[in-house]
């Protein structure tokens, strides 16, 4: 779908807009005393994966605008649910580390990314294929998530035994 240059920069400031709007949003339901960080990160991982389907077939504006602001509000919730996660997860001290961790693998991602996915484009004359590998990223990223999450509530149930 064609746009023009003024319509693809709103559509950036709108994605932008709702990233922040949704880095706020997770950290403040993280700090809900009814919901966990690891669940509201394995539902915003969840929830992203539509959109990154569903934009290489848009083919009306105001699709790719709640697509793609969508997309932005629920990534900007899994930034926001990270160091929350990580210190009910391992504590308070261990925060420095463990987020330094997590930023070096982001940037890992980063680095790797966007090269991966413009081989595909230019190897197979395809931009949707761009977001196809990040949907299909998100998939696996999610699963991953969905086996932590239930790793986590098993030990967390079995902190609450009592030893006899």
Known sequence: AGISSGDAAFLISAGGISNTVGRFSGGWLSDQPWAHPMYLTLVAISAAILPSFILPW????????????FFGFVTGCQV????????????????????????????IAALVGPPTAGFLVDEFDDPGLALDLCGALMVASSGIACVASVINRVRERRAEYLEI
Request: charged share 5%.
């Open 80 to 107: 926001g649910c990270t160091s929350p996660m990580l210190v009910k997860l391992l504590g308070l001290p261990c925060l420095t580390q463990a987020f330094g961790i997590m930023t070096a693998l982001r940037g």
């Open 58 to 69: 848009c083919s009306q504006y105001w699709i790719f605008i709640l697509s793609f602001g």
